[in-house]
């Protein structure tokens, strides 16, 4: 039963209880129904209590459901039966009560949360408005402003915080007994039903500043303006009205493409896990060997210590050592400044980080993570000294972004116990992490590999050798295609932002000016014994490296920054670039923001479904996850598979054949989408497992 109902003395208990979230599926609809009509007719009863069973109260609608029509009782309808109950129904919010959730504890006349109790309505994340009251009762409750600031941008509260708006009235260690006394003790006081309550003041300014605000923090997404609208009409009278239109709305967004598309991600993130495949238990790990105190093994180090493990930080001589230290002590700094911990324990911490010189002292670790400087020279010395001063059992990791793991892995005497663990730089605060699986790596290593990426609170992704894995591959091919645009007519800055307006978090000239143009300059030399004579090669880039302008480091890349401040355009560049046109014999011509747009994309689809079709990545769900996390794709188009879904395979081909008329080498379409093109599949249906 989906709902269980106790009797206690003259209170009844209603428990939502469908594991592992309680989701609010048609089940726990039905049942919540009927304990409304079962309680309404017993006279005896002087309050119903509404819990979840577990530690979670309600996630929220069950989304998997959002893919079929809607089926009676409908959540709304629940809610107001609850609502118009003749007992009254007290919520006692035991753990996360989110969308319905929330919008269930909002039909009852009281709500009392547990101290670790999480409450709110991210639907907008989800690409949806609430759509069970939420946006004509949490106005009428706390006030236009305060839901303007919670609903728009699907924000969760802690129980504080939302004491302190007025969404919940108080908080207890146990909130079903606390509700149970206060009926004992006949200490009720409810305001009128949120349902009869007059329309909530209105206030231009503060939706003026909600909508800037989802402008910029949502920017592309339809959800959040959406709520707005609803919130606004909760300023006028007719609480019924309001209701029809936000159940419209929602049911309308439900079906769109960004909600399609969320609802991609979000049930992509929580697949991402060991596959099945793997069948092997993972090296017990408590102590981990990080190689490297730079930025990224800082990163590491200090996020594996947070996570539990007892970490040692290895450097090459003393100065080295005092740089790591450094750069370890910069992050405890700054999680005592953004209030994660007190400076105590900050100290406490960073202590148990110990930083050696050499590999002489090494401790019994089950795993080390290197992260060198990126030379394969570097690295299989490293590999070679790891090997020898850790344990056999021990698990050897290169955070290496795109060097060959199989080469790192022969400077060993064990292989099968290598692996590739690519961590995104900050790597304590990126979800992102590529578990790349060499020839010889073994499944024991995988293993462990995903049961560190599972405790450091990860998105783990199963990747194949090739140069880049998935994402740095995906990425080296979207930025020779804006390349070649802004050789043959277009402007840094014109295609940063075509992008932009995509959706990408940033366009791909102001993400290398952040990242140093050197690093792609120095991979792009590594690359140039194997590069094809026959491809297209773009210059432009080397010529800024070569004149010093690599960047914000250096206040110049492919933007200015004036005294290290924000970007600006320099039309200096523009006679660079028409120069080098010139020299290349290209004549510049007029692209469109549109057909910059579709030639990035596609040049990213079509690398991806070559990874696909290569066995790099193992299903499409994992690229879309790595460009999403790793590399600014927009969370609401999907990530590029799904993306490339929306538009067809057969359309796809159609367009990548029409570049490939003008230059066949670099548009070869992926053997994947000819197939997928020809069969009517779907890339979300392809790959390995
Ligand atoms: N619908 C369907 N399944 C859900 C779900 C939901 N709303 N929320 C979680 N699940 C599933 C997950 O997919 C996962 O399934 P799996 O075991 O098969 O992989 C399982 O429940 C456990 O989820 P998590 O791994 O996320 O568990 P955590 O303990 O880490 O987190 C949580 C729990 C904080 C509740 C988190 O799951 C969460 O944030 N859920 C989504 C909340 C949300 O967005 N709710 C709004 C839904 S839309 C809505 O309510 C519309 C309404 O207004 C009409």
């Not at 303006?225 to 929602?250: K, N, P, S, V, Y």
């Not at 609802?263 to 190689?291: Q, Y």
């Not at 578990?435 to 992704?461: C, M, N, Q, W």
Request: proline share 5%; glycine share 10%; hydrophobic share 45%.
């Amino acid at each position: 039963m989906a709902v269980q109902i106790t009797r206690k003395g003259d209170v009844a208990i209603v428990s939502i209880d469908n594991p592992p979230v309680n989701a609010i599926g048609h089940a726990v609809r039905a049942g919540l129904l009927e304990a409304v009509e079962t309680l309404s007719a017993d006279g005896t009863l002087k309050a119903v209590v509404l819990t979840g069973a577990g530690k979670i109260f309600a996630a929220g609608a069950d989304a998997r459901e959002f893919d079929t029509p809607p089926e009676s009782p409908h959540l709304p309808d629940v809610a107001l039966a609850i609502e118009t109950a003749p007992q009254p129904w007290i919520a006692a919010i035991n753990g996360a009560a989110l969308g319905g959730g929330c919008e269930l504890a909002l039909a009852c006349r009281m709500r009392i949360a547990g101290t670790n109790a999480t409450i709110g309505l991210p639907e907008v994340t989800l690409g949806v408005v609430p759509g069970a009251g939420g946006t004509q009762r949490l106005p009428r409750l706390v006030g236009l402003k305060s839901a303007l600031d919670i609903i728009p941008q699907g924000k969760v509260l802690k129980a504080d915080a939302a004491k302190a708006v007025g969404l919940i009235d108080r908080i207890a260690d146990d909130p079903v007994a606390e509700a149970m006394a206060l009926v004992d003790g006949g200490k009720l006081g409810f305001g009128a039903r949120l349902s009869e309550r007059a329309a909530v003041e209105a206030d231009a300014t503060a939706v003026l500043d909600a909508r800037s605000r989802a402008a910029k923090r949502m920017r592309g997404q339809i959800a959040p303006e959406r709520a707005i609208d609803l919130l606004e009409r909760a300023t006028q009278e007719d609480f019924d009205r309001g209701m029809a239109q936000e159940r419209e709305t929602f049911l309308e967004l439900r079906q769109g493409e960004q909600a399609k598309a969320l609802r991609h991600i979000f049930f992509a993130e929580r697949g991402a896990k060991k596959p099945d495949s793997i069948a092997a238990e993972p090296v017990p790990v408590d102590t981990v060997v990080v190689i490297g105190g730079g930025t990224m093994g800082a990163g590491i180090a200090y996020a594996l210590e947070r996570a539990g493990y007892t970490v040692t930080l290895v450097e090459t001589d003393e100065g080295a050592r005092e740089r790591a230290e450094a750069n370890v002590g910069r992050l405890f700094k700054d999680a005592v400044k953004r209030g994660l911990m007190a400076q105590e324990e900050a100290d406490e911490r960073q202590a148990r980080i110990t930083l050696v010189v050499g590999y002489d002292d090494l401790p019994p670790a089950g795993l080390a993570i290197e992260a060198a400087f990126e030379s394969i020279e570097v690295k299989r010395e490293i590999f070679g000294k790891l090997d020898e001063a850790l344990p056999k059992h021990a698990i050897l990791a290169t955070n290496t972004s795109y060097l060959d793991v199989n080469e790192i892995a022969a400077s060993t005497s064990r292989p099968e116990r290598v692996l590739g663990l690519h961590f995104f730089s900050p790597a304590h605060i990126m979800k992102l992490l590529e578990i790349v699986r060499a020839d010889k790596t073994s499944h024991e290593a995988l293993a462990t590999g995903f049961a560190v990426g599972a405790k450091l609170k990860k998105i783990p992704v199963l990747a194949g050798v090739c140069d880049g894995f998935i994402g740095n591959r995906i990425l080296f091919r979207y930025r020779e295609e804006a390349d070649v645009l802004m050789m043959d007519g277009s402007l840094p800055w014109l295609i940063d932002e075509a992008m932009v307006e995509f959706g990408m978090a940033m366009g791909p000239y102001e993400v290398q000016d952040l990242s140093g143009l050197d690093i792609s300059y120095a991979q792009r030399k590594r690359r140039a014994p194997t590069r094809d004579p026959n491809r297209r090669y773009i210059p432009i880039a080397d010529r800024m490296v070569e004149e010093g302008r690599i960047g914000k480091k250096a206040s110049v890349g492919w933007y200015r920054y004036p005294g290290g401040g924000g970007a600006v355009v320099d039309p200096l560049l523009e006679d660079l670039i028409t120069e080098e046109a010139h020299f290349a014999k290209v004549t510049r011509r007029e692209i469109s923001p549109d057909e910059i747009r579709e030639r990035l994309t596609l040049a990213m689809i079509n690398e991806a479904a070559d990874i696909l079709n290569d066995g790099i990545a193992q299903k499409a769900s994992d690229i879309d996850l790595v460009m999403v996390h790793g590399y600014g794709f927009p969370r609401w188009r999907g990530g590029p598979m799904h993306y490339a879904d929306t538009i067809g395979a057969a359309a796809i081909l159609d367009k990548i054949r029409a570049f490939e008329r003008d230059d066949p080498v670099m548009w070869r379409p992926s053997p994947l989408i000819v197939n997928l093109a020809a069969s009517g599949g779907r890339f979300a249906n392809a790959g390995q497992v």
